[in-house]
């Protein structure tokens, strides 16, 4: 389908350019969903930053258009569900003792 924007008035043009970027947002949105699906909270999963080594932790969060990983070391990252993959074998179990602790400490 083709559409004729040549006659559409400045005012018509301008309201289908915002028509046409929320429509896009959506779609984007809808798209990050999906691949947010595909994971669940506690997932290990890995991803690789650009130039570092592939990271590896927990999917902790879901976000408006990212999910929270923890590693195993404490750091958080914010990162696009699109580069996120399960980590798998080696990658699955932690390498490193972890930093932080979930438990209250005993002497408080």
Known sequence: MR???DWLTEAELVDLNHRVVARLRLLHQARAHAEMLEFKIGDR???SPPGEEP???MLTRYNKKT???I???GRQWNVS???IREAVG???APSEKPTWS???SAER
């Open 71 to 73: 590693t195993d070391t």
């Open 90 to 92: 080696a990658e699955a």
């Open 45 to 47: 999963v890995t991803f």
């Open 67 to 69: 999910v929270t990983v």
């Open 81 to 83: 569900p699109s580069l």
């Open 3 to 5: 559409i004729d924007i």
């Open 102 to 104: 979930t438990s209250a």
């Open 55 to 57: 990271i590896t932790g």
